[in-house]
């Protein structure tokens, strides 16, 4: 009788803890849910320290604004990341018109997302390809991802000239930890051989990995590629700094966030800010997760997520790469990402760039989504990146390694994992634009 009773109390434990923890979840659902719906409000005064922004090249840039707003222009810029900067640079180079243009920023001058993210230009044909296939199509998924791979060409024809961005060329090495993923990757390998012959892509076993790597027994394999990796914040500020010297219509604002855009009966747009009002004939939204502030139709849509980064030293006795490979680290349903630095002029090795850890915080996540504060680091996802290298890498780690600078950053979500860019919707009149929701490929 006892043992009946005792295994009725222990069913009934185990319904309660069930019970408890299906309320949890519903709970942790429904308060995403109400902040992903929400206002995501104009970005933090005080983020965090991001270790891109430090020594910058052009010092008078960082808080540029005109003495007074113009009054008239053609075309607004809100945002002053990569995507407001590619859109400038491309209206105003094909323009046969010496376009007016002001670019509106509510911080520093790219400060959010390109000034905070991994530092990559990546691209995993091999995954990517799999993912746009089972939603579009074999034809369509090796469009999309040749033209992502062209990035990496167009972004070194960028840096050309321009030394302190650190354009370059890296072979990126994704390491898997887990048996699962990595069977699944070969299998992806095979395909995008398949479709797309184009693209080099080594699968390396768990042995022949570790030894050419230098990484113990926590790597099952490794899936090898040419990838790049830049000093993001550094290249998007040398390109305003160009264009400012090339275009007398140019102006850049910042600490100048824009409070609402109207449409007007003429056609034209006014857009607030707490420096006064512009009156524009378009108007671009590249503010990625920060866009539906704006753009209510886009709320829900486009959802903010923190993401965590780091600055570290390797250890003393970590493989030297002179800064020409990155990592991921691979574990469903994460990753961790990582660059290195080119060699410090004593000949000692560059910084560790290391991000990731979005699936090791309290709620598995999704604490981390519908969120627009990077003025914070989260303990567990921080803790998290701090170990990661040293965990894969011991012995080949040693001592001297040291946590340089961590901060955080926003992402711009969607439900698809395809970006928005366009027409804004909703809009009135024909001039209003919008280019965001790049899923970690801005951060």
């Known amino acids: 009788m006892g043992s009946v009773i005792s295994t009725l109390k222990s069913t009934a434990s185990a319904i309660s803890y069930g019970l408890k923890t299906v309320l949890t979840l519903h709970k942790q659902f429904s308060s995403l849910l109400e902040r992903a719906s929400s ?77 905070r993210n991994g530092g990559h230009i990546k691209s995993a044909p091999y995954d990517e390809f799999a993912m746009f296939k089972s939603k579009l199509g074999p034809e369509d998924a090796r469009r999309i991802v040749r033209f992502k791979r062209r990035h990496l060409e167009m972004i070194k024809q960028l840096g050309k000239g321009i030394e302190v961005a650190e354009v370059r060329e890296v072979e990126t090495v994704d390491v898997f930890v887990g048996r699962e993923d990595f069977e699944k990757a070969k299998k992806q390998v095979e395909d995008v051989r398949e479709w797309m012959p184009e693209e080099k892509h080594r699968v390396w076993e768990a042995e022949e990995a570790r030894k050419e790597f230098g990484m113990n027994e926590l790597a099952v394999g490794a899936v090898t590629y040419t990838a790049g990796a830049l000093w993001p914040y550094r290249l998007v500020t040398s390109v305003w700094n160009d264009l400012l010297e090339r275009f007398s219509g140019l102006s850049i604002n910042t600490h100048t966030p824009v409070e609402k855009v109207s449409h007007n009966s003429d056609g034209s747009y006014t857009v607030t800010t707490p420096r006064g009002v512009i009156k524009a004939k378009h108007v671009v939204h590249t503010t990625n997760a920060h866009a539906a502030q704006l753009l ?91 170990g990661v290298m040293p965990s894969i890498y011991e012995p080949n780690w040693a001592s001297g390694s040291s946590l340089i600078k961590a901060w955080t950053g926003i992402i711009g979500f969607t439900g698809d994992l395809m970006p928005l860019v366009g027409r804004a919707p909703g809009s009135k009149g024909s001039g209003e634009w919008m280019a965001a929701g790049f899923c970690g490929e801005g951060m």
């Open 39 to 115: 206002e995501p409000g104009f970005p933090v005064p005080e983020p965090t320290k991001s270790y891109w922004l430090d020594d910058p090249p052009f010092p008078a840039l960082c808080d540029i604004q005109d003495d007074k707003l113009p009054s008239e222009v053609d075309i607004v810029i809100i945002g002053s990341g990569i995507t407001g900067a590619a859109v400038t640079k491309s209206l105003l180079e094909l323009s046969d018109s010496n376009l007016r243009v002001v670019v509106c920023e509510a911080r520093q001058l790219c400060s959010g997302a390109t000034g």
């Open 296 to 386: 209510p139709p886009v709320r829900g849509c486009v959802v903010g997520a923190i993401a965590h980064m780091s600055a570290q030293r390797p250890g003393s006795s970590f493989p030297p790469t002179h800064g020409n490979r990155s990592w991921s680290v691979i574990y469903s349903p994460g990753f961790d990402y990582i660059t290195q630095r080119p060699d410090r002029p004593d000949g000692t090795a560059g910084d560790l760039m290391i991000g990731g850890g979005f699936f090791r915080s309290r709620e598995d996540g999704l604490d981390q989504v519908g969120i627009w504060d990077d003025s914070k680091n989260h303990a567990l996802p921080l803790m998290h990146i701090r």
